[in-house]
């Protein structure tokens, strides 16, 4: 067999073989284009991948006793009675010394079968069905374009170019963003040493009035803070990535009875992962986090007199952030040189496996659930009735761990805000909020002489943690909202699989992986202003031994003997505006978050023509079990991940017959409450 032909048909990662027996795979065992010319059923019609497609006897047994058929015309009869005068001389043999290819059939099949066609064409497989799937005629009608626009850039998924699109894409987008943020910390670096003291490593940028001295610091921590919160959701991103499972780890845990995440940035599949990509993981994480709180350490202030302001540069804090960025520039170019790892990064990935490679584990559950995987109730030898539906909103998507671990996000770090906030103000006399960024003697805490710069630095830069926290938890919140609505809009119409990395046929894919780049824009400009604010409401503050004397006269003898005392101030007017931003974004959860949660999910119609609840929506979050449960398809339904797929019954429920729901690229009908499917 031609190499290039077998490097077309392959689908899923190399790696995956299960160990189990399993049915022929569909992407290795039934190839869509055979060779020589002949159809893996019969040589008596040169095979194309739309013509196995089209093969659909046997997928319905009507009701009605009336024979189910979608598309048949006088064509397919004539081709029928042409192949019967031919058979006996094979296709295969007359087609290769003709010097035609597979492709070349193909096209040729295509263009008979759909060009001459000028009619919608419906499937008259609802009636049957006694059931109501959405109409999707039009995508089938001659006038549609069935150029597969994806096409041409699935073959070219080679060299450099597969580097740039899909999880890929966005990790090569993270890399070069923390090359310039890499590139801009060594510059500084080195300008901040040839300033610098030579004892502490320090340097002065600015030295003059204190207002423009503190103008100046609030522009350097609006870069900081962009620079901190765009590493920090790069490495969220490759967190995703990397905490996605292969397939192979999916099915071992499948045999062992444990399910994994799919789709969102997952610490519960560490212990399911190669320990290699849970540390490169880790260091990842750290590093940003650890980031969060050094940047924001290395501008701080100093007054020597009322009128005099520094602005300084620690020297060695700067160091660290540079080197904390060079450990995490090594470890996204490790990720990119794994060219072997093939993530089910997206919902679509997940699909597009299980599709391929039904999984034997969830065989015959159809309508499993993540709550019957929590109580072992991974298989059944009884069908399961389908329930009387509700309408599901998208708050029931997310677990309740998740949404406790967001809440308790959320107080620990609006909590301590206003706790500082009622003592500052309880402590200022006279009632008036300090400025954003200016030590004053009533917010002002002296540090013992012998803490460093640096460490005063970082202690000021702490609370910058608890941002962090929130902002992953609350990214995490969301991005089950989204897993929930793009898989539940499966079960509303036929939509075209959206994957991480090689498209093929119909399917698209997407620098994000689950939640939308507007949602994610908009997270980062809101805790980019928290990080702002934060930095100006608690801040480190190096003050000259008269200046410490009048702010705290109570200072002990040592801050007198002492050149420079370290303080940490606070603003309560900066403080007054985090509470106020904390609780607007309280109010934007209760309108985002829990008013996006108080959102219906897409209805998908029911057998009786109503319309309610959908069956595929999330429960509790995501599920690799029940995920896999629902991508059982049909026999002779072909190579569905490559086109439009919907979900719903292929085998209806008549009588003491169990049906069946599963993905089908040929259309599927409508559940029926009360009965029973397997």
């Known amino acids: 067999m031609p190499q290039h032909l077998i490097s077309d048909r392959i689908q899923e990662e190399t790696e995956y073989t299960s160990s189990r027996s399993r049915l022929p795979s569909r992407g290795t065992l039934t190839p869509s284009m055979g060779w020589p010319f002949h159809h893996r059923n019969t040589s008596e019609v040169p095979s194309s991948t739309w013509s196995s497609h089209m093969n659909l006897s046997g997928l319905f047994r009507p009701t009605n006793g009336q024979r189910r058929s979608f598309f048949h015309s006088h064509a397919a009869n004539q081709d029928d009675a042409i192949s019967i005068a031919r058979s006996i001389v094979p296709d295969y043999i007359v087609n290769f010394l003709r010097g035609e290819t597979p492709e070349t059939l193909a096209r040729k099949k295509e263009s008979q079968q759909w060009g001459r066609r000028g009619i919608e064409i419906i499937p008259n497989h609802r009636d049957t069905l006694a059931s109501c799937p959405v109409e999707f005629g039009h995508y089938y009608s001659s006038t549609t374009d069935l150029t597969d626009p994806n096409e041409h850039s699935s073959r070219s998924q080679n060299g450099l170019r597969r580097h740039f699109t899909g999880w890929r894409g966005g990790v090569v987008f993270n890399t070069v963003l923390t090359f310039i943020i890499l590139v801009a910390g060594i510059v500084c670096l080195i300008l901040a040493f040839t300033k610098s003291k030579a004892q502490s490593g320090e340097s002065s940028i600015y030295s003059g009035d ?211 906030l009622a003592l500052m103000i309880r402590a200022n006399n006279d009632n008036s909020l300090t400025p954003f960024g200016t030590a004053t003697a009533n917010a002002t805490f002296l540090l013992p002489s012998s803490f460093t710069a640096p460490q005063m630095a970082i202690i000021a830069s702490l609370p910058q943690l608890l941002l962090a926290i929130l902002y992953l938890t609350i990214n995490s919140l969301l991005t089950t909202y989204f897993l929930s609505q793009e898989i539940a809009l499966f079960a509303v119409g036929p939509r075209a699989l959206r994957v991480s990395s090689n498209p093929s046929g119909r399917q698209s894919t997407s620098l994000y992986l689950t939640l939308p780049r507007p949602v994610s824009w908009m997270l980062l400009a809101v805790f980019a202003a928290l990080g702002l604010v934060l930095s100006q409401a608690v801040f480190p503050a190096a003050l000259d031994a008269a200046t410490a004397t009048a702010f705290a006269p109570s200072s002990s003898p040592d801050h007198a003997a002492s050149a420079v005392v370290p303080a940490i101030a606070f603003s309560t007017q900066a403080l007054l505006t985090l509470i106020v931003i904390l609780i607007v974004i309280l109010v934007a959860l209760l309108i985002a978050v829990l008013g996006l949660g108080l959102r219906l999910t897409p209805a998908a119609r029911l057998a009786d023509g109503t319309a309610k609840g959908n069956p595929i929506a999330l429960q509790g979050g995501s599920c690799s079990a029940a995920l896999s449960a629902k991508c059982h398809p049909a026999a002779g339904e072909g190579e569905i991940w490559l086109g439009r797929a919907t979900w719903g019954v292929v085998q209806p429920a008549t009588g003491v017959r169990v049906g069946r729901c599963a993905f089908s690229g040929e259309g599927a009908g409508c559940v029926d409450v009360g009965r029973s499917y397997a």
């Not at 350097?220 to 803070?225: A, F, G, K, R, S």
């Not at 799919?262 to 940003?288: E, K, V, Y």
């Open 210 to 420: 204190c207002t423009k001295a503190h103008n100046l610091n609030i522009g350097l921590h609006v870069v900081i803070n962009v620079f901190t919160v765009v590493l920090l959701a790069g490495a969220n991103y490759v967190f995703h990535v990397l905490s996605s499972p292969t397939r192979r780890e999916v099915t071992t845990a499948h045999e062992k009875r444990r399910w994994l995440d799919i789709g969102i940035p997952s610490l519960r599949n560490f212990a399911h992962i190669s320990s290699f990509r849970a540390t490169l993981t880790i260091i990842i994480m750290l590093a940003a986090v650890a980031n969060q709180v050094i940047y924001n350490a290395v501008i701080f202030t100093s007054q020597s007199t009322q009128e005099t302001c520094s602005v300084n540069v620690s020297g060695s804090m700067l160091g660290v952030a540079a080197l904390l960025n060079l450990v995490t520039f090594l470890s996204l170019t490790v990720v990119l040189t794994r060219s072997s790892f093939k993530p089910l990064a997206t919902l679509g990935d997940a699909i597009r496996s299980f599709l391929e490679n039904p999984d034997e584990t969830t065989t015959g559950v159809c309508l499993l659930s993540k709550d019957d995987v929590r109580q072992g109730r991974w298989e059944s030898t009884k069908a399961k009735y389908f329930p009387q539906p509700t309408d599901h909103h998208w708050i029931q998507s997310p677990s309740l761990a998740r949404w406790a671990v967001t809440i308790l996000s959320w107080l620990a770090a609006s909590v301590p805000t206003a706790v500082a």
